[in-house]
């Protein structure tokens, strides 16, 4: 089930409201356009940010994803007409064939159950056409991003509304935390996460199992130093 802050109808639109620099999707933009793909599956598109911008080049993409709160903002947005909008997961696919495939910020990492993972890189290699190309990130866990997990590093204030994240347990490659939303009339609502932290060798290794050759590991230009990006081939 996806996490509160994505199905919850009184916190999906804040994501955007809180992440509205999305400088993040530059490197997958700029992906798009050296592989020349005319046409993209989003997993995990949530609230359509990469496929609308995506829609406005002229490509041909498909946006998966499990929250129904956020495909309805998706579906609010311009050009989102454009978009064909899956409510689901990369398991249950119907019968596509596309050039390149993206699982954007923590999509992946969101992904913790071993056999979900396997069905995900499954469903995405039947997906892709042959030869077809599958970009995904994850954090670098030797960053270990979650010691900044705390409300005095995280705390932002957007719309009236305050927003941070807690950290509430670490048990590797697992790390769980807490996101509170703090609206100024409706109290306090809370969003529980957990995030599957893989190795590069771990994502190597599972990329292969599944079908895919890798081809890269990339840098996330915004980030640098704290992303690993996945470019892998479909095997034919």
Known sequence: MPDAAFADPRLAPLYDVFDDDRSDLDVYAAIVDELGAHSVLDVGCGTGSLAVLLAARGIDVVGVDPA???LDIARAKPLADRVRWIHGDATGLPAIAVDLATMTGNVAQAIVDPADWAG???GIREALRPAGILVLETRDP???AWEEWTREQ???RAAGVECWQELTDVDLPLVSFRTTFLFPDAGVLTSDST???RERDEVKADLARHGYELLDVRDAPDRPGREL???AQRRV
């Open 229 to 231: 990006v996945f470019v």
């Open 142 to 144: 030797a960053r270990r």
């Open 195 to 197: 995030l599957r932290f």
């Open 120 to 122: 995900t890189l499954g």
């Open 154 to 156: 995280t705390l932002r």
């Open 68 to 70: 129904a709160a956020s």
